[in-house]
């Protein structure tokens, strides 16, 4: 049973930082790409960073470069992603999800085969 598990999201304050995990369970985490993507209301999904787990090879949107590191653990089938600098216009829920494949970048919402519920970051002024 292939399972995605995003925690980590909470309330912190402006400035403040974040390590937001997504573990994976049912799937070979080395023959999959794992994206993390933020939805804040009334505003369009979007991709943040993404790696690639056969190689480990990381990319990032414009959204939050700079502000966010995406790092895995093979052997744990975990995924974190690092948010620090936080600003309000950062609230938003935040999700992993898996596509088969060495599929780099991987920006595709709706092309990914596993999605995980998300996880709430606020961050207040």
């Known amino acids: 049973d292939v399972q995605l598990q995003a925690s980590g999201g909470g309330l912190v304050q402006a400035g403040g930082s974040l390590r937001l995990s997504c573990a994976a369970s049912g799937f070979t985490f080395d023959d999959y790409t794992i994206t993390w993507f933020r939805q804040a209301p009334g505003r369009e999904r979007e991709g943040l960073a993404c790696?690639?787990?056969?190689?480990?090879?990381?990319y990032y949107t414009d959204s939050m470069k700079g502000r966010i590191t995406i790092s895995s653990d093979d052997a744990k089938n975990t995924v974190w992603l690092q948010l620090n600098s936080l600003k309000p216009e950062d609230t938003a829920v935040y999700h992993c999800?898996?596509?088969?494949?060495?599929?780099?970048?991987?920006?595709?919402?709706?092309?990914?085969?596993?999605w995980g519920q998300g996880t709430q970051v606020t961050v207040s002024s």
């Open positions: 790696i690639s787990g056969s190689d480990s090879s990381t």
């Open positions: 999800a898996a596509i088969r494949g060495a599929v780099v970048p991987a920006w595709n919402y709706y092309a990914m085969d596993y």
